[in-house]
């Protein structure tokens, strides 16, 4: 029963791949080949290599080296600094970007673009790897340094490999995000394989050229995940109790305190400050800041409603992927879980027009309803909630599972009384996760949304990219004030996760 549920939810997910490739074979060969050969192909491409890499890295380092300081060493105000490093995490990339374009223009560059979305995902690594730190016995690194090693060689013998799994699963996250941006990098002026797929449609709507292009994004995104499965392994790392007592060895950072509080505050000032600076700046003197209180507080209700039930909804579907990869490992349950991730390297665009055709030929009454928005919330950010339950379902020992068994539960009952309530941290998380990252899409909710759904994001997007700053300031606000609670509750729930 549950492998059937699991090939579902995978035909589900790959139901947009399905559709670029039935498209794309539209196209003939050489037509195909022509069209990806000319040289604009090749600067879009090595375009979104490059910022695929510097982004990936850049936010994998921040991330991990922020969780090292917060978790490791002596730095004053830890919890502070903690709050400070996820707080990124509640600024959509969009927001972010129209915070800097709105400030600088010389942002728009390569540079510009790399640190903008690193200033916007590195939270998703940051997160992860506090919470394995956490996690991590405290032990395995007090007897690596009682044999002589230093703080950086514990670090990177036995601290980095232990958490590599979260830090790799951070970091998957980000090259997907960073392969499917749109509305940040369309505001920076950085042209990427999204940019031009969404400028294609706009042109040809539905045209086979636009879904090659999404077929490249997918091939870059099997590409990341098989080095993501090949770097993390076959290792089981579940354990029972809660390994030694005592808090873990900190670093003395003596004379590099100072330069390390300048670089958390400066990381602060660059993710936090910047954005949230310019939306007052252009609320309160922007000449198009005109607050409709009423159309406002609609968008609001509209996206706090369809948060929540993506959230939801991705993170119910994803239980029995999770628990097939980690339970029932083999090659078809990798294969299943592997699936989830293929359509979130698409534009939402892409997802969306794939829906939007399948539900006019198959079930036409679900067209424009609220049930096909939330199953592309669910394709589009499933990678997330899988993600963020693995991490926690790794760490629940199967040992617990065999004793409930041969007690009398049946499997049902072991899952309800035993499993669930252990990952339910992850399940949590999950659902503020998805639900973050609902909130702020754009593109699938305006072509599945039924007529007259307004949300923060689309109306911000709507009055920005019109160049109204001040009009948008208000919706901006707003989305940031919306995702503060689930940014906090993944801070806390990445503290928690080690108790």
Same mark, same amino acid.
């Given at each position: ?53 510097? !982004? ?51 942002? @728009? ?16 690594? =940051? ?58 990098? @369309? ?58 007592? !005592?808090?873990? $060895? ?13 670089? $958390? ?11 949230? !600076? ?15 209180? &009423? ?81 592309? =919330?669910?394709?589009?950010? $499933? ?15 199967? !040992? ?51 007529? &007259? ?5 689309? @109306? ?40």
């Amino acid at each position: 029963m549950l492998l059937l549920v699991g090939l579902a939810v995978a035909g589900l997910a790959l139901v947009p791949l399905g559709y670029v490739i039935a498209t794309t074979a539209e196209l003939g060969r050489q037509e195909a080949v022509d069209f990806l050969w000319r040289p604009r192909i090749g600067e879009l491409l090595w375009n979104t290599v490059r910022l695929l890499v510097a !982004g990936v890295a850049a936010s994998t380092v921040l991330g991990v080296a922020g969780a090292w300081i917060v978790e490791r060493t002596d730095v004053p105000g830890r919890g502070w600094w903690h709050g400070v490093l996820c707080a990124p995490l509640a600024v959509p990339a969009f927001v972010n970007g129209y915070g800097w374009v709105s400030t600088t223009h010389a942002v @728009q560059s390569f540079p510009g673009a790399v640190m903008v979305v690193t200033l916007s995902y590195y939270p998703l690594v =940051y997160l992860p790897t506090v919470a394995a730190l956490r996690r991590l016995d405290p032990g395995v690194e007090e007897v690596a340094t009682s044999l002589g090693r230093s703080g950086w060689g514990v670090f990177t013998r036995v601290t980095l490999p232990a958490v590599s799994p979260a830090v790799l699963g951070g970091a998957l996250l980000v090259g997907l995000h960073l392969l499917a941006e749109y509305g940040a990098l @369309q505001l920076l002026n950085y042209p990427t394989l999204t940019t031009a797929i969404l400028q294609q449609y706009a042109t040809v709507f539905n045209g086979p050229e636009a879904t090659l292009l999404a077929l490249v994004l997918v091939t870059f995104c099997l590409l990341l995940l098989g080095i993501e499965l090949l770097l993390r392994g076959r290792r089981r790392r579940a354990r029972v109790g809660s390994g030694a007592s !005592g808090h873990p $060895l900190r670093i003395q950072l003596g004379r590099l305190k100072l330069p390390v509080l300048a670089a $958390l505050t400066g990381v602060a000032l660059w993710a936090l400050a910047v954005p949230l !600076g310019a939306l007052v700046r252009w609320l309160l003197r922007g000449t198009s800041a005109t607050v409709d209180v &009423g159309e406002l507080s609609a968008a609001t209700a509209t996206t706090l409603g369809l948060a929540l039930a993506g959230g939801v909804t991705a993170t119910v579907i994803a239980v029995p992927v999770v628990w097939l990869a980690v339970r029932h490992r083999g090659l078809l349950t990798t294969a299943i879980e592997r699936s989830v991730y293929t359509a979130s390297a698409m534009p939402g665009i892409v997802i969306a027009l794939a829906l939007v055709t399948v539900s006019i030929r198959v079930v036409p009454t679900l067209y424009q309803t609220v049930v096909v928005l939330l199953l592309g =919330y669910a394709i589009l950010f $499933l990678p997330r909630a899988v993600v963020s339950v693995r991490s926690t379902f790794e760490l629940v020992p199967p !040992g617990l599972e065999d004793v409930a068994r041969n007690l009398g539960c049946t499997g049902p009952a072991v899952a309800r009384r035993v499993t669930l309530p252990l990952v339910l941290p992850g399940l949590t998380a999950a659902t503020a996760l998805v639900g973050l990252a609902v909130a702020t899409e754009l593109t699938a909710t305006l072509l599945l949304a039924p007529l &007259g759904t307004n949300t923060l994001a689309t @109306q911000f997007w709507s009055d920005a990219s019109a160049i109204a700053y001040g009009a948008a300031a208000p919706y901006g606000l707003a989305l940031v004030v919306l995702s503060i609670p689930s940014t906090w509750l993944l801070g806390s729930l990445s503290l928690r996760s080690g108790t």
